[in-house]
C-alpha cells in the first residue's frame, strides 16, 4: 500500500519565508496518496537549527513527538524561544488510516525577522527636495549608493530593508530579489513592512557597493482621489545588512551618513502619474565598488519613524507574466496603437532605436473610442502617461520602476525613434492560482477569464477598485463582496490577513471602521453631532472587517483571523448599536446597492423615498443599511461561538434578533411586500435570515416573479447581485440563476463579454450600444464588484464546494448543478488541504461525474439521476463502490459520502 507523505509545507501560508515576526508561526503540509481512502491520523514534527541536525532527525528546537490528529494546517510552534534572524529547518512524518508511518517530508524552513525595535541600527537617508510635484511633472527618484568591505569565508548575510516610499536595493550591481513596489501599502502613520533577503551569493570578498533607487510611491506621490495627497513629503531608506562569517565573526552594513546621494536617468515618478526616464542621464555602474561618485551629495538624514515596524507577511508584488502585443495599428499622423489583447495592470517594455534627445511618450488607456482613438476620459486626474528620452546609438530598452497601469491599449507618440519591440509586464501580488473552471459555454468561459483577470489587476497589495483612475483604493464594500471569490481564484489568505490589519488601523475612535483601506483623510463631516471623516462608516462597506474575517475562516479554517481582530468587530457592532438602540439605521448618505439598475421611473422613486435613495441605488438607504447592521450581528454571534465566547455569542444573537425584529416591522407587510420592492430588498432579506418563516415562501415567490416580468433580468447592484444568485438557487430556483448567467442583452454579464470585454466592468452599462460611454467621473473597465459570480459559478456549474459543517476544505460538498443548456464542466480547486477536481459531460442521456478528493480529505455527492434508475461508480452499482456510502436522495440526487481518491459515476440523466 502506498506510504502517506506530507507535501506544500508552508509556514504562515508562505512558502520558506524570510523574517517572519511571528513569535509562534503556524505550520502546514497536505497529506499526499494517490489511493482511495488515505488519511492522517498522527504526524511528528522536527524543527532544528540546521539542516545536518533535520537529516539525523533531530529537532533541537522542537520535536513535537507523534501526536494523535488529523490536523494537517495551523500547528503552532511549540519549541524553544525563537530570537531575531533565527533560521529554523522543518520537516514533518506522517501515520495513515491503518497506522501505517509515511516517509519523511522534504524540508521547509523560514527564519526570523528584527523582532526589537532597538535591533535596528541603521538611520533613515534620503535627500530632500522642496518641489512641490505636479501631475505632468512628479518627483525624481533618489539614488543612493555606498561602498562597504567585506571579509573572508562569508557564512550567511541577510538584509533587512525597507522604505517610506519605494524602493529597489542593489548589491555590486545585481538587484536583490524579485519584488516591485515595496514596501508595500500601509498607512505610514501607523506602521511600515519591511523585507528580508538573503544575499549571501551576492556578497564578495573585499570591496562591495550598496545602492538603492527610492521612488515616491504611496508615502509621497499621488495615491486616492482628493488630488495631491501625502503621508511624507521625501521617501527615505533603511537598510540594515547583517554578515556572520565562518569564524563566527559579524560584521553589519547600515543606511548612515556616509551614503552618498544623487538624481539619475528616473526624472520624474509616480504611481498614478506615470514614470519619465531621460536616458541621456544614465550612470553606468552606478551601483559597483568602481564608480566614482565625487560630484554625489551627502545624504541627509531623515527623522526618526515612530511607526511599527513590522515583517511583510504576505505574498509580494512581483512580475508574473509577459505578453506579446494581440496588434500595433499606426495612425495616420504618426500615433501608433498597440494592443495588448487584454485589459491588465502593469506597464510595457520597448526595445527601440531613436536619436539622442529624441521623446517617445506612452498613453495608457483601457478601452478606444468609437473612431479608434485612444479613450482615458475615465481616468480622471491619472495621467497614466510614460515618457523616454533617447541617449541616441544602438538600441534601447525602456521600462518604468515606480508605475503601473490599468490598460489594454497603448498610445506611443513623438518623432526621431523607431519601435522595435513591445512586451506587455503583467504585475501583481503573486499569489498562488488556486481555482480553474472550463465549460462547454465559450462566452461563460471568457467571463471566467475576464473575472480572473480583473482579480489580477487589482490585487496590488491590497485589493483595489481599479487600476486605472486616480482612486485605486482598498475600497471595503467591493472586497467583502468579492472575497470568497477571489479565494477560489487565488490564495488569499495572508493577502487577506495583512488587509485585515490596515482595516484595523484605519478604524476610528468612535469603533466605526472606514470605506477603504489603508485610509486616507479627506474632507470631515457632521454624523450624528459629532465629526467623522468622509467614507466612514457606511453600511455594507465599513462592514467587511466582520465579512471578510468569517469569510476567511469559512476558507481556511483560521481562527486565529477572527481572534486577532474580534475586539475591534465588538467596537464596530457597539458603535451601531450607540447609534441606533431602536435597531433601525436611518443616517444618509449612504452608499446603499451601488450601480444598481432602476426597476422604475426614478422621479416615482425619489418621489416616494426622498433622501433614501438615489441614482446609485434605489433600494432604500435604510432597508440596507438596517439588513447589515443585522448581518453583522448575527456574524458576530457566530464568531464568538467559535471562540468559546458563550456570553459574547448571546448578546449578539440577541442583538440580531433585535434588529430583525425592527426590520419586520418597519419595513415588511403581512402580504411580504419589502419597503423599496427591489430584488436586492427581496434577496438580502432571504439569505440573512431576517423573514418570519411563514413570509419566506411569499417573499421568495415575489422575487421570481420581479425577475421574471422584468424579463428574465437582474436589477441588481453590487451587494444585491451577491445575494441573488444564492438565494436563488438554495431555494429551488437554479434554472433561473443559470437564466441571468446566460443573458447576453443589457444588463448581464455576458453583455459585456459580447462587446469584447477581457475584464468586468465597474458598472453594467459601462458602455452601451445605444448610450455609448457612462459617466467617465465613474467608469472604470476593470472592477471586480460584479465578478462576485464567481464564487457561484465555482460552486455550481464546477460543483466543488464546502460542506457547511466545517471550516476549510477537510470535508467538501460535491454538487454541480447541471442547467442553462451546459454540457460539460471542468473544475478544480487547490485548497488548503490539497487538489479538488469535478468533471462532468452528458453522453447520451447519462451524466459522467468525475471527482478526485485529496488525501486526508472526505466529500458529500450530490449525484443527478433519474428516480429508481441505477447509479454506477465506473462499472459497479456506486452503493457497494470502496469507499462509498449511499446517505439517501433529495433533490433529485443520489447523495453519497466518499473518501479521498479518484471516482467515476454515471447516471440516467
Known amino acids: 500500500m502506498e506510504l502517506l507523505t506530507a507535501g506544500r509545507l508552508r509556514t504562515e501560508y508562505l512558502d520558506d519565508p524570510l523574517g517572519i515576526d511571528s513569535a509562534a508561526p503556524r505550520l502546514g503540509w497536505i497529506a499526499l496518496a494517490d489511493r482511495r481512502g488515505a488519511k492522517q491520523t498522527a504526524y511528528r514534527l522536527l524543527v532544528a537549527t540546521s539542516i545536518e541536525l533535520l537529516d539525523r532527525d533531530e529537532g533541537n528546537l522542537w520535536d513535537s513527538g507523534r501526536v494523535a490528529s488529523e490536523e494537517s494546517q495551523h500547528i503552532a510552534y511549540e519549541g524553544l524561544e525563537l530570537v531575531s534572524g533565527q533560521l529554523a529547518y522543518w520537516k514533518v512524518r506522517l501515520w495513515d488510516e491503518v497506522g501505517n508511518a509515511g516517509n519523511w517530508s522534504g524540508t521547509a524552513w523560514w527564519s526570523m525577522g528584527l523582532l526589537e525595535r532597538d535591533q535596528w541600527q541603521g538611520q533613515w537617508i534620503g535627500w530632500k527636495n522642496d518641489h512641490k510635484p505636479t501631475k505632468e511633472q512628479p ?9 562597504f568591505q567585506v571579509g573572508k569565508g562569508v557564512k550567511r548575510a541577510t538584509a533587512y530593508a525597507t522604505a517610506l516610499g519605494l524602493y529597489r536595493l542593489y548589491l555590486n550591481g545585481r538587484r536583490v530579489g524579485s519584488d516591485v513596489f515595496s514596501p508595500e501599502w500601509t498607512d505610514y502613520h501607523v506602521r511600515t513592512q519591511y523585507q528580508t533577503y538573503d544575499v549571501t551569493g551576492l556578497l564578495e570578498e573585499g570591496d562591495n557597493a550598496a545602492g538603492a533607487i527610492l521612488g515616491q510611491g504611496w508615502y509621497a506621490g499621488y495615491i486616492g482621489m ?27 552594513l547600515m543606511t548612515d551618513g556616509d551614503w552618498k546621494a544623487s538624481h539619475g536617468p528616473i526624472v520624474s515618478s509616480d504611481l498614478q502619474m506615470g514614470e519619465t526616464i531621460d536616458a541621456r542621464k544614465e550612470m553606468p555602474g552606478w551601483n559597483i565598488q568602481s564608480f566614482d561618485d565625487s560630484s554625489w551629495t551627502p545624504v541627509d538624514i531623515m527623522y526618526d519613524y515612530r511607526g511599527w515596524l513590522v515583517s511583510q507577511m504576505s505574498r509580494t508584488i512581483r512580475v508574473t507574466e509577459r505578453r506579446q502585443p494581440a496588434e500595433i495599428r499606426p495612425l495616420p499622423d504618426g500615433r501608433v496603437i498597440i494592443d495588448m489583447g487584454q485589459n491588465m495592470a502593469g506597464w510595457i517594455a520597448v526595445t527601440l532605436t531613436g536619436e539622442a534627445g529624441a521623446r ?46 490599468g490598460f489594454r491599449y497603448v498610445e506611443a507618440s513623438g518623432t526621431g525613434f523607431a519601435i522595435k519591440s513591445v512586451t506587455g509586464i503583467v504585475v501583481h501580488s503573486d499569489l498562488p492560482m488556486t481555482g480553474e473552471l472550463e465549460t462547454s459555454n465559450p462566452l461563460v468561459n471568457q467571463l471566467i477569464s475576464n473575472i480572473r483577470w480583473t482579480q489580477r489587476a487589482n490585487f496590488m497589495s491590497v485589493p483595489t477598485d481599479c487600476p486605472q483612475r486616480d482612486e485605486r483604493h482598498g475600497w471595503t464594500g467591493d472586497a467583502q463582496i468579492f472575497a470568497s471569490t477571489a479565494a477560489y481564484n487565488m490564495d488569499v489568505a495572508a493577502f487577506f490577513a495583512k488587509w485585515l490589519v490596515d482595516l484595523e488601523d484605519a478604524q476610528q475612535p468612535t469603533g466605526a471602521f472606514t470605506d477603504f483601506a489603508p485610509f486616507i483623510f479627506g474632507p470631515k463631516t457632521e454624523f450624528d453631532n459629532d465629526f467623522t471623516y468622509t467614507h466612514t462608516a457606511s453600511s455594507g462597506w465599513a462592514d467587511a472587517p466582520i465579512i471578510v474575517a468569517w469569510s476567511m475562516y469559512e476558507t481556511y479554517g483560521d481562527k486565529k483571523i477572527l481572534s486577532k481582530h474580534y475586539e475591534a468587530m465588538k467596537k464596530w457592532v457597539a458603535f451601531n448599536w450607540r447609534q441606533f438602540p431602536d435597531g433601525i439605521r436611518r443616517d444618509v448618505p449612504q452608499y446603499g446597492d451601488w450601480l444598481s439598475v432602476n426597476e422604475r421611473p426614478f422621479d416615482e422613486v425619489i418621489a416616494e423615498f426622498g433622501r433614501m435613495v438615489s441614482h446609485h441605488s434605489t433600494t432604500p438607504y ?20 467559535v471562540l468559546g465566547k458563550k456570553e459574547d455569542s448571546e448578546l449578539y444573537a440577541g442583538r440580531f434578533a433585535a434588529i430583525r425584529k425592527s426590520f419586520i416591522e418597519h419595513f415588511v407587510d403581512e ?67 443559470y437564466r441571468l448567467l446566460l443573458r447576453e442583452s443589457y444588463p448581464s454579464w455576458l453583455y459585456s463579454v459580447n462587446q469584447g470585454a477581457t475584464t468586468i466592468w465597474e458598472r453594467w452599462d459601462g458602455w452601451t450600444k445605444e448610450g455609448g460611454f457612462q459617466d467617465p467621473g465613474m467608469n472604470s473597465f476593470s472592477h471586480f464588484a460584479f465578478g462576485s459570480v464567481g464564487e457561484w459559478l465555482y460552486r455550481n456549474a464546477g460543483g466543488i464546494g464546502r460542506d457547511p459543517s466545517e471550516p476549510g476544505y477537510r470535508k467538501l460538498l460535491i454538487r454541480p448543478r447541471i442547467r442553462g443548456g451546459l454540457t460539460s464542466a471542468r473544475c478544480s480547486y487547490d485548497s488548503l488541504y490539497g487538489l479538488v477536481k469535478t ?8 451524466l459522467h461525474l468525475g471527482i478526485t478528493v485529496p488525501a486526508n480529505v472526505s466529500a458529500t455527492v450530490y449525484v443527478p439521476s433519474v428516480e429508481g434508475s441505477d447509479v454506477l461508480e465506473v462499472a459497479s452499482p456506486a452503493a457497494a463502490a470502496k469507499d462509498v456510502e449511499l446517505l439517501g436522495r433529495e433533490d433529485g440526487c443520489c447523495v453519497y459520502r466518499i473518501g479521498s481518491g479518484r471516482y467515476c459515476f454515471i447516471s440516467v440523466y
Open 139 to 147: 518627483k525624481p527618484s533618489i539614488y543612493l549608493r555606498r561602498g
Open 226 to 252: 482628493y488630488g495631491y495627497q501625502k503621508y511624507g513629503m521625501d521617501p527615505s531608506f533603511l537598510l540594515q545588512l547583517n554578515i556572520e562569517y565562518e569564524d563566527g565573526t559579524t560584521d553589519r
Open 360 to 405: 517617445c511618450t506612452f498613453r495608457f488607456g483601457e478601452v478606444l473610442d468609437d473612431s479608434g482613438q485612444l479613450y482615458t476620459d475615465n481616468l480622471r486626474l491619472a495621467r497614466q502617461t510614460d515618457t523616454y528620452v533617447c541617449k541616441g546609438g544602438e538600441e534601447e530598452t525602456f521600462e518604468p520602476s515606480f508605475t503601473y497601469h
Open 622 to 641: 435604510d432597508i440596507f443599511s438596517t439588513a447589515y447592521m443585522a448581518f453583522n450581528a448575527k456574524l458576530l454571534s457566530d464568531i464568538a461561538g
Open 671 to 737: 402580504q411580504g411586500h419589502i419597503k423599496g420592492d427591489t430584488q436586492t430588498a427581496y434577496a438580502m432579506a432571504l439569505e440573512m435570515d431576517l423573514l418570519p418563516e411563514q413570509l419566506r415562501p411569499i417573499v421568495l415567490e415575489r422575487l421570481v416573479s420581479k425577475i421574471e416580468q422584468a424579463g428574465d433580468m437582474a436589477t441588481t447592484g453590487f451587494h444585491g447581485t451577491k445575494f441573488l444568485m444564492s438565494v436563488l438557487t438554495k431555494n429551488g430556483h437554479e434554472a433561473l440563476a
Open 839 to 846: 468533471d462532468w459531460k452528458l453522453v447520451n442521456g447519462e
